[in-house]
């Protein structure tokens, strides 16, 4: 029964493999009855392996499939899975999510051409079954495959409409910012080998006591590292934004509810390596923060509606670190499974907005869309409330889970984190608000002709949009704390062998729960009043034409790290290769070459001019070459008669 597991992702590779090979042959009904269908399959197969382990309340015994490295004796990597607590809850959250962006997009994507369609399923398909590798391998090079595996379809997906160049760089970008993680996630892979002989999970959580000190803030160092290429943190965070240039349905899958949660779900499946480094858990909780803090203030002035979305999205996964680097694995898991939810909901709501604007996704070109979408408004505004944090929409409890974390953290600074987390929690309040007022609100500010084509979307795209917002609504219900309810708080239970280890280390203690909700009604007091600022400031906004200027100018341009990034990095890098290219390749090693081949040339037209035809001439080289034999034959015989009277 345990071997249903390989099933999981086998029908989305399935899927893979019929769209992309028969997608000239497929209709596009029926390649989206196969893309959604596979992801189906697996989703209702992941329920059933969720129950099993809920109800043993212990991880299922999955046999190896076949032994995928054997070298000897020395290193053995089977391509085994592991079904425990916290893998099969990321199953239920890509296959659920992912079945539902499926059905959206055989209606957002209806007007593509039949093999560019089955394509774009085979894409998906393929980075949901990289996905599902990535967690449900039981060792780390298992791992590493599906972590290779949607970096490669993320950069297939975010390239899809390869005719923009455009588009193309930002997948290139996308793909080299990534490899430079994957670089450090791999150091530490054969640093773990290195040590311990092994990169099974279990062999290797259970062996840390022969890792020094050294060793374990060194591997969970490179692991971070790798973490901040996939999941978008300071600095390898501006390809995300950049991966807007996908299709909307691909920003809601890849760049909102799985791909960019891969680093949480590393650092959580070793949350007892992290527990053992105090250190880097200090760094992997303040570059959380500072990513949070500083992509929220970049979202505030920016106008593309996608673009909105993916400085959000950059933002909650530095919430995700934060409660990572204070210890809170829990909690983070928490706000990965509720941020799936409403930030896949915000994101196929922005792209019904796009789909009735005729492909506009400038917000200052929109504006009471609401009398037109109502269905796209209300699930719109419910994950607003959600991520903004009000109380009891789902971001509320997990957003709080991590802000309380860190308040109790056992460190000097826990009452510094919590400041800083509230104030980038009213930051999201403020341009959440300000994209839902200017988006929906006020009068509408498009052309006339988009305006006569405003219109509410198909159900295909509407259904998804109110399945998501419902679990915007109800899904905080599933770790609210004690405080408000007892004998709740149902993930931390759920989740609590899996980071069993680490909890008998640290032994936090909690603050008193009068002192929480205290915490928790003033943050939400705050939250609801910028809420109430931004709606009033921006229902009514009217283009100016007029550019920013001062700070908002820099908040507009994303602070100007890309520039920096260019004149720092790209620009050198040119230079030399440039260098390399035009000096040492063409003038040096090129010369070279072509210099011998000229002098071969030259050679051989003079020498073909002793080819006159004239016997004479003939006759005169013959003498000519016995004489110079004979002097050559002659001088041997006086060298060899010299060396015989010395010797």
């Not at 019929?18 to 992941?46: A, P, Y």
């Not at 039981?138 to 997906?157: D, K, P, Q, R, T």
């Not at 203690?509 to 809420?531: K, Q």
């Not at 890098?573 to 390399?580: T, V």
Request: charged share 10%.
């Amino acid at each position: 029964m345990n071997e249903l597991v390989y099933l999981v992702p086998l029908f989305p590779l399935l899927g893979f493999l019929i769209n992309g090979l028969c997608r000239k042959q497929l209709s596009k009904t029926l390649v989206g009855i196969i893309g959604s269908g596979s992801i189906l399959i697996s989703f209702i197969i992941s329920v059933v392996l969720f129950w099993q382990v809920k109800s043993t309340g212990a991880g299922l015994p999955v046999d190896p499939l076949f032994t995928f490295i054997n070298i000897g004796d020395s290193f053995k990597v089977d391509f085994s899975f592991q079904v425990d607590q916290l893998s099969s809850l990321f199953l239920l959250i890509i296959t659920g999510v992912g079945f539902l962006i499926h059905v959206y997009s055989a209606s957002y994507m209806h007007d593509e051409e039949a093999p560019h369609f089955a394509r774009y399923f085979a894409y998906l398909n393929l980075f949901v079954f990289s996905m599902l590798l990535l967690v449900l391998g039981a060792n780390y090079v298992i791992m590493f495959i599906g972590w290779e595996g949607v970096g490669l379809c993320s950069y297939l997906l975010i390239g899809f409409w390869f005719k923009n160049d455009n588009y193309n760089y930002a997948a290139k970008k996308a793909f080299v910012m990534n490899r430079i993680g994957d670089l450090g996630f791999l150091l530490a892979i054969f640093w773990i080998f290195q040590k311990l002989g092994t990169v099974n999970y279990a062999d290797v959580f259970a062996n840390t006591n022969k890792l020094s000190a050294t060793d374990i803030t060194g591997i969970t160092l490179l692991l971070f590292v790798g973490a901040t290429g996939k999941s978008a943190q300071i600095p390898l965070y501006t390809w995300l934004p950049d991966a807007m240039a996908g299709p909307t349905p691909v920003s809601a899958l890849i760049h909102a509810a799985t791909m960019v949660t891969a680093g949480i779900y590393m650092i959580a499946r070793s949350n007892i390596l992290y527990t053992l480094a105090p250190t880097v858990q200090a760094v992997v909780a303040i570059i959380g923060l500072a990513t949070a803090i500083f992509a929220a203030t970049i979202a505030l002035k920016q106008n593309d509606i996608k673009k909105v979305l993916a400085y959000s999205t950059v933002s909650q996964l530095g919430y995700m670190f934060l409660g990572l680097g204070v210890g809170a694995y829990t909690s983070a898991v928490f706000h990965v499974m509720t941020h799936a939810f409403f930030k896949a909901c915000l994101f196929l709501g922005a792209g019904s907005v796009i789909h009735a604007m005729g492909g506009e996704q400038d917000m200052r070109n929109m504006g009471g869309l609401s009398k037109h979408m109502n269905i796209t408004k209300w699930t719109f505004l419910l994950s607003c409330l959600a991520i903004a944090g009000v109380p009891p929409f789902s971001g509320f409890f997990s957003k709080d889970a991590i802000l309380s974390a860190a308040l109790d953290s056992n460190t000097s600074y826990g009452l510094v984190l919590y400041i800083i987390g509230v104030l980038g929690a009213l930051l999201t309040a403020f341009y959440m608000f300000r994209l839902y007022s200017m988006t929906f609100l006020g009068q509408f500010r498009g052309t006339h002709e988009q305006e006569h084509h405003l219109h509410e979307s198909p159900k295909a795209i509407t259904i998804p949009l109110m399945v998501l917002a419902f679990l915007a609504v109800v899904g905080g219900f599933l770790g609210i704390p004690e405080v408000f309810l007892k004998n709740s708080d149902w993930l931390e239970k759920f989740l609590a062998p899996i980071f069993a280890s680490s909890t008998a280390i640290t032994q936090k203690t909690p603050s008193e729960g009068s002192t929480e909700i205290i915490y928790m009604a003033v943050t939400s007091v705050l939250i609801i009043l910028v809420i109430i600022f931004a709606r009033n400031k921006y229902m009514k906004y009217q283009k100016t034409g007029a550019e920013e200027n001062g700070f908002g100018k820099v908040l507009a341009n994303k602070w100007y790290v890309d520039e920096i990034y260019d004149a720092v990095i790209v620009r050198p890098l040119d230079a030399l290769a440039g260098f390399l290219k035009n000096v040492v390749e063409k003038s040096g090693i090129d010369g070279f070459v072509n210099g011998v081949g000229r002098f071969v040339q030259y050679s051989s037209r003079q020498l073909r001019l002793l080819q006159s035809g004239l016997a004479g001439n003939y006759i005169l080289f013959m003498v000519l070459s016995i004489v110079v034999l004979f002097l050559i034959f002659w001088n041997q015989i006086q060298i060899v008669q010299f060396l015989q009277k010395i010797f």
